[in-house]
C-alpha cells in the first residue's frame, strides 16, 4: 500500500523542460493506477504528482486524465498538455475545451429553461440572478456520467450526457 500526504509532493514546475528518467514516468504511471483506490486530497495529490511525471510520450494518459478526472485533475492535465507541441496533445485539449464549452452552454440553457435566471457566464461558471450564486458548471461535466447527478438537468437538456 502506497502513503501519500500533501508535504511529499515538490514544487511544481510544469514549464521547465526536464529530461525525465525512465523511472520517474514508470512512478508516474504507477500513481495514475493507484490513484483510483484513494480519496480526495489524496486522490489529487497522486494524480497531479503523476501528471507531473509523466512525459511527452505519455500524451494519451494525460489526454485521459483531461476527461476522467475531476475538474482540477483536468485543469492540471491541461496545464501539462498546453505546452506540448504533437498533434495529439493539441487535438485533446481542443476538444476537451470545446466539449466543456458545449456542457457549459448546454448547462446554461437547461437552468434558463427551468425558469432559472443566469444572468453572466463567466470562467464557465453561471451566475445565477437569485444571490448571485455562481454555479461551477466543470464540477458538473466531470460528474456528467453520474444519472443521480444529472437528473434535475437531464429531463430539459439531454444532448450532452447518454
Known sequence: ???LKWTDFPERTPQIAR???KEEV???LELVRLAHGLTDVELHAALRFAIDLLSEREVDELARLLVTGDEYTAREAAARLGPMKSPR???ALRQY???TARFVADGVAALRAAGLDVTDVRL???CLKLGP???NLPTWYHRRQERACMAPWSAARRSCWP
Open 26 to 28: 514508470r512512478t508516474g
Open 19 to 21: 529530461t525525465e528518467p
Open 89 to 91: 496533445a493539441v487535438d
Open 133 to 135: 450564486v455562481w454555479l
Open 124 to 126: 464557465d461558471t453561471a
Open 97 to 99: 475545451r470545446r466539449e
Open 1 to 3: 500500500m502506497i502513503t
